[in-house]
Each structure stands twice: as C-alpha cells, then as structure tokens.
C-alpha cells in the first residue's frame, strides 16, 4: 500500500501543495489563512459526503445535518460541562456517526430519491430541534465564544492543527475506499441486485458507509468549532447540504480528490466575488451547466485528467 | 439437492407460475424448458429470492430457503447469472469476479486493508476456468456481449456454488460461442463436480447437455424426466415443440 503511494504519479505534487500550505501562514495575510483554513473544513466536509454519494451511490441530500450534529456536541461539551476540551473533540464525531446510523438506518430501507426525500426529512426535524430548543441550544442565536485549548488559541494554531487532521482523514478515507470494503460498495452502487445475488449483504454495506461518513462530517463540524469559535443553526440547515453537494458534483463524484477542489471553488468564489456581488451563484451556475450537464462531461467533473472509468452519470 | 414445490407467484391478476414443481440432484444438469412467458426466469427469481413465492415451498440441502433474501440464499451455496446481462459496467473484469470473491470469503467489511492483493488467486484461477484471463484489465461494459455473459458465470463461480442457476446462458450468441459456451457448462458441471440448472430456447443445446428436463407451459410444470420421455410425451410435443 505504502509502495504503491509512493511510486502514484500524484506523490510529488501532493507533497509540494502540502509544503506549500505548511509554510504559509507566516508569510500570507490572515484573511488568507483563514480563507485556507474554512476550506480545508469544507473539504473535509464534501469528502466525507463523497463517500455515500459518489462511492455509495446514495443520495445523502442532507449531509450538513452531522456536520452541525459535530460541531453542536462539541460546542455544548465545552459550554455545558467541565469535562476535559478532548472527551469533546471525540464526542463529536461520534455523536454525528450515531445520529447517521440512526437516521441511515431508517433511510436505507428506501431507495434513490425516496432515500433522498426521507434523509432530507429527518436532517430538517434535527434542524427544528435545534433551531426551536432555546435553553439548550440556543436556538437561532447559537453559541458563540466557546472556549478553545491554549494551542489552538491562534488562528495559525488552528490552521495547522485543521490541516492536520484533514490530511489524516484523507488517508483514512483513501485505505476505506480502496479496501474491500470500498471496492464492495462501488459494486453495490453499480449494481445492487447483482450484488445481493454474490452474497452481499447491500443495504448493510451502504449503513457502515453511511456512518463512516457522518463520522468525518462530524470531524468537519468539530474543525468548524476550532476556527470560528460558535456555532448557529444554519449548519444543520437544507440550504449549506445542497452546497457541499453541488462541490462533489463539480468536482467530480467519481473521483477521489475532486470533491475537495469544488469545495476550494466554491468557498473561493463565495469569498472573493461574494465581496462585489450577492449573486456569485450565478457564476457558480455558469460554471456548472457546461461540466456536469453536458453528457459528455458525464459525472467526472472538472477533474483534471479523467480516472479510467467512463462516467455514466444517470441521476435517477 | 434442490426441490421446488407446488410454488405459485402472481403479478396481480397474471398469474406467473402457477404450480411449478422441480427436483435437481446432487451433480446433475438440468434444464427447464418452455415457450417465453412460460414463466422459466420467474421460476428462477423465485429461488434465488429476488421474489417470494405467494405459495408453495422451496428446499434446498434439507432448508426450506423460500423466505430468504438473494445475500442468504447464495451464501447457502446457490448463485446465478442473469438473462439480461448484469455485471458491474464501471468495474474491470477482474474486480466484477473479486467482488464475489471477497464476498465469499467474509472479507466485504474490511474497511483499512487494500483489496488489491486479497482474492487474487481464487479470482485468476475463475477466469482462467472460463477463459477470460487475457481479458482481466478491461472494463467490463467495454466486452462484446458474448464475453459479457461468460463474465456472469464467472461471476456466479466467485461465490465457490455448489448449485448454479443459469438463466439463458447462451442468449443473443452467435452459433460458435454458443458451442463454446455448452462445452464451458459441460467441463464445468464435471471438472468442478457442480450441479446445474439453467433454462434455454435453443432445443439443441439443451437435449445434447441435461441429463434431465422440466417442462413448464403456461407457468406450470408439464413434466420432468429424462431427454427421451421428455421427448416421447405428448402433452409436451402439443403444448411444446408443436406436435410432431
């Protein structure tokens, strides 16, 4: 495995982009850092929404949910108790992967859009909840100013300490997707009814996927915490889901690392056109229609040098 | 080894199969034979599991397998190919066999291994078995049709069955693979001791290959026995092969 990643045509200028982004902080301004730093979070978001969507195969709708689960967990743990700040940064993502196999679990029973219709459902009453329950959550003011361990006090601090558990996550993620496991549940996705018929057990495989899944969009929600200091109601909202999962479509859903170049897209074009006109969706639209509408594009994206499998990009 | 019993499945009003009986034996190939719509593939899919009989029971090995789901029924030693090609299109050929393969083995929920080197032995010896090894690399919806549906049988031997349900094998094949295809079943059925049961139009094919027939008409089960009584039963020459 090792050797295999190593002689990859992708080493030399993963590690020259990741040297990059180890040495910038001192040198770029700090908006830019920051800017930096929200995108690694939404990427690590968009990759673990990926993992159901362009390796799973479902349309997990309402992604955001567990993000804002993640970053909910750890923001009421650092409020609410005085156990120590860590027993929160892994509540979190284990808090969002128990809310993913409970809500998974009800939704695997159906199938594409009507997976779609009841996971979006069931992410918009967690919403409510939190949105409605004043005392505990805080309701549509959210929680602001909680607190963060002294190392990750600076905001280069919590630079380093967000890229680096992105770039764990990403080999974490790249081991599941090709284990056996990854391999299963592409053929699950291609193919259900032939899958069942060899002996695979598909609605469970698509269930672990889902709460490996909802486990990293909790890593993401506690990223989140790390950088802006607060949570808010619109993490769990319909609105930011359908974001992260217009970037794996941008991207490019078939491929691994594509998800994370439209999240760097789209939190780009936020920020910087965002600063002259509100409608900088409309430069995303223009930007979308011709890559993942024409059949030609099919599903690969904007990915630059296309993966070996012909893109089928049939949606329903 | 497999005994399907008075099992009956209705699509609403139209009744499918409608009373259907068949015994397969440890080791040997049989057949079902009948005009389209006789109700041959919903047979199969019956005992498969991708749907469950309204009536009747279904046993395998001494187990009554009628309520399983697909995933249960194969890992009792039961697989399948499929009319209409259905393979895994994005996948190679060698990961449409491997997926099988890991499934077999229990290895589908190993989640921090690389599935490249696991199953790489069983998976090349299935390919070499059915002579698609040359072709390992390819992605599988780039194969002709012929290739495609020898890759469903090679598929269907990656679950290591002791039963293997064919379901037209030879559909839409020209003349030589055809030929090629029956011989591949025959060394099959004796080099790796399986029992077959598999469905076919083209007479030929199946009088040359099954030591034993089932007749179905109009989703029920005419007769079954051997080719010779098969052919001498009256009945079957009506509703069947047209009265000689």
Redo the contacts between chains.
């Keep these: 495995?090792l050797k295999?990643a190593l002689s990859s045509r992708w080493l030399w200028p993963a590690v020259v982009i990741l040297g990059l982004l180890l040495i910038l902080p001192p040198l770029a301004p700090r908006f830019y850092v920051y800017t930096l730093a929200l995108i690694f979070v939404t990427a690590l978001l968009t990759m673990s929404l990926n993992l159901v969507v362009g390796y799973g195969g479902l349309y997990q709708f309402h992604h955001g949910v567990f993000y804002g689960v993640g970053a909910y967990t750890v923001a009421l743990m650092l409020t609410k108790t005085d156990l120590p700040m860590w027993v929160g940064f892994i509540a979190g993502p284990i808090m969002a992967a128990f809310m993913g196999l409970i809500i998974g679990g009800i939704c695997v029973r159906l199938t594409r859009l009507y997976f779609a219709m009841l996971q979006i459902s069931l992410g918009s009453l967690i919403w409510a909840i939190v949105f409605r329950w004043y005392n505990f959550t805080g309701g549509d003011d959210g929680i602001h100013g909680i607190p963060k361990p002294s190392i990750l006090s600076s905001l280069t601090g919590s630079y380093y300490f967000i890229l680096l558990v992105l770039v764990a996550c990403l080999m974490?993620m790249y081991?599941?997707v090709?284990?056996?496991?990854?391999?299963?549940l592409?053929?699950a996705r291609?193919?259900p009814?032939?899958?069942?018929?060899?002996?695979?057990?598909?609605r469970r495989?698509q269930l672990?996927a889902i709460v490996?899944a909802t486990f990293f969009a909790g890593v993401a929600g506690v990223l989140f915490v790390v950088l802006e200091r607060s949570v808010f109601p619109d993490l769990l909202f319909w609105i930011l889901s359908l974001e992260i999962f217009i970037m794996c479509l941008l991207g490019g859903w078939f491929t691994f690392t594509g998800p994370m170049l439209g999240a760097a897209i789209m939190v780009a074009l936020r920020t910087f056109v965002g600063r002259y006109t509100e409608y900088w969706t409309l430069i995303l639209g223009g930007d979308i229609d011709p890559v993942d509408l024409l059949p030609a594009a099919g599903g690969d994206g904007l990915y630059p040098g296309k993966v070996?499998?012909?893109g089928?990009g049939s949606w329903w | 080894m497999l005994q399907v019993e008075a099992v009956e499945k209705s699509f609403g009003d139209f009744k499918a199969v409608d009373g259907a009986n068949l015994r397969v034996g440890k080791g040997e190939v049989v057949a079902v034979i009948g005009p389209n719509g006789a109700g041959k593939t919903t047979l199969f899919n019956l005992i498969?599991?991708?749907l469950r009989p309204d009536r009747g029971r279904i046993i395998f090995k001494g187990e009554d397998i009628s309520r399983l789901?697909?995933?249960q029924i194969?890992?009792k030693g039961i697989?399948?190919s499929?009319q209409i090609v259905?393979?895994?299109?994005?996948?190679t050929v060698f990961?449409?066999v491997?997926?099988?393969v890991?499934?077999?083995q229990r290895?589908?929920?190993?989640?921090?291994?690389?599935?490249?080197s696991?199953?790489v032995a069983e998976t090349k010896e299935i390919l070499e078995s059915v002579g698609l090894s040359d072709k390992a690399g390819e992605?599988a919806?780039s194969l002709s049709h012929g290739d495609q549906k020898i890759l469903e049988i090679a598929?269907?031997l990656?679950?290591q069955p002791e039963l293997l349900i064919l379901d037209e094998p030879t559909a839409g094949m020209s003349p030589e693979e055809t030929s090629a295809t029956m011989e591949l079943i025959r060394r099959l059925a004796t080099m790796r001791g399986l029992t077959i049961l598999f469905c076919e139009h083209d007479m030929e094919v199946v009088f040359s290959i099954a030591q034993s027939i089932m007749v179905m008409h109009q989703g029920r089960t005419l007769i079954q026995g051997k080719p010779e009584e098969v052919r001498r039963n009256r009945e079957v020459q009506e509703a069947y092969l047209g009265g000689e």
């Excluded at chain 2, 259905?86 to 996948?91: A, E, K």
């Excluded at chain 2, 290895?107 to 490249?116: C, D, E, G, I």
């Design positions: 495995m295999q974490v081991l599941i090709r284990s056996p496991f990854g391999s299963t592409q053929a291609d193919n009814q032939r899958c069942e018929a060899v002996g695979v057990n598909v495989h672990v490996i070996a499998t012909p089928q | 498969t599991g991708q789901p697909p995933y194969c890992r697989a399948r499929f259905d393979v895994f299109p994005r996948l990961e449409n491997r997926v099988a890991l499934s077999q290895k589908s929920y190993r989640l921090f291994s690389p599935a490249q696991m199953a992605i919806s598929i269907a990656g679950g």
